[in-house]
């Protein structure tokens, strides 16, 4: 995300923070966790690998049936997608958070699900890798900067979750809240941004089988600093809307006040649905750049109303007047 003013105040990481002891101590976590066989089915071909190895743990998951799941797309480089990345709370520069994500301490996890519920429940994530088959989406992903990929995720439709617990009637929205440990996110308590991250969306999107509750991508658990152990993605939405690293699910009955949204409201509306007719203030969301394809000479692709999902999510927002309610 583009900032308008660098705020003082960064806190900058500690070197000792962000040893390769601490990438190889949330590796060895993490392996522990997928190899104790909690998550069952999910996790085919666990192959329990070194800890060091470059590659992840393995979770699988089946190829989707959900319409507009799959595009067939070439897939975005896995270095690529996991060495460029927006996660502010290890730093603002795109290769800060494969740099410094490694002290992230992913196990245990829990997820508070709270507010307008039948069912309020504390999961962990051990319980969240079972509640629902993994399936795996190949979702363009478009960053409100102005680039894309195309990544597979790994994960389930965030509507298995959200029936489990049972909004009440008068639920409308619902609040995600992202982890904020000073103690092992070096940037959280700089000024970018107020902390914890909090993105939000109306019950309906929530309820939309492409809203991906997200655990892994390329076949394995999501590394740090993509969000692990457990985030959003909302393919037809602006990357911001979906939250890495999730520790709180609040249902309410009011529009949820968002992270970006409260640090500048005029560039960061709610809805936030990629639109390749409404500008950012400062920037024209016409067209994009795909990561990988950015020589000198690539040709920029155009961007496609709302990410080019609309004929499936459109219907969500039929008589919204879209300009306003950007
Ligand atoms: N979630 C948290 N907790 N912190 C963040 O800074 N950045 C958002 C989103 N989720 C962010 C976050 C932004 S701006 C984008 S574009 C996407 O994550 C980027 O996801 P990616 O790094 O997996 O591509």
């Not at 060495?83 to 996890?109: H, Q, S, V």
């Not at 997200?214 to 602006?238: D, I």
């Not at 109303?305 to 004929?311: I, K, M, S």
Request: hydrophobic share 40%; net charge positive; aromatic share 10%.
């Amino acid at each position: 995300m583009l900032i308008k003013t660098q705020a003082d105040g960064f806190l900058h990481p500690v070197s000792s923070d962000i040893t390769p002891q601490g990438i190889y101590t949330g590796r060895r976590d993490m392996v522990r966790l997928m190899a104790s066989g909690v998550a069952g089915a999910a996790l085919a071909g666990w192959a329990g690998r070194q800890a060091l190895a470059q590659t992840g743990p393995k979770l699988a998951g089946a190829k989707s049936a959900v319409p507009g799941a799959v595009t067939m797309e070439k897939v975005t480089d896995y270095k690529d997608a996991s060495t460029y990345n927006n996660f502010y709370e290890f730093g603002t520069d795109k290769a800060d958070p494969a740099k410094n994500a490694g002290t992230l301490k992913t196990t245990p996890w829990t997820v508070e699900v709270e507010g307008l519920v039948k069912k309020p429940a504390k999961y962990t994530l051990e319980d969240l890798l079972k509640l629902s088959p993994m399936e795996e989406r190949v979702y363009r992903l478009r960053c409100v900067e102005g680039w894309s990929m195309v990544i597979p995720w790994v994960g389930y439709s965030l509507s298995a979750l959200i029936k489990l617990v049972e909004p009440t009637s008068s639920a409308k929205f619902i609040e995600f809240v992202t982890l904020a440990d000073p103690k092992t996110m070096p940037f959280v308590g700089s000024r970018v941004l107020s902390w914890p991250y909090v993105e939000g969306l109306r019950m309906d999107e929530a309820m939309h089988p492409l809203a991906l509750l997200t655990f892994g991508m390329y076949g394995e658990v999501l590394p740090n600093q993509s969000g692990a152990p457990v985030r959003l993605v909302v393919p037809w939405k602006y990357g911001f809307k979906s939250g890495k690293s999730i520790v709180k699910i609040r249902f309410t009955d009011k529009q949820p006040a968002t992270a970006w949204n409260k640090a500048a409201a005029n560039e960061y509306g709610f809805y936030s649905n990629v639109n390749p007719d409404v500008d950012h203030p400062r920037w024209s969301q016409a067209t994009e750049r795909r990561i990988g394809e950015d020589g000198l000479f690539a040709k920029k692709r155009k961007t496609l109303v709302f990410n080019g999902y609309e004929a499936q999510v459109g219907q969500l927002y039929a008589g919204m007047d879209l300009k306003k309610n950007f």
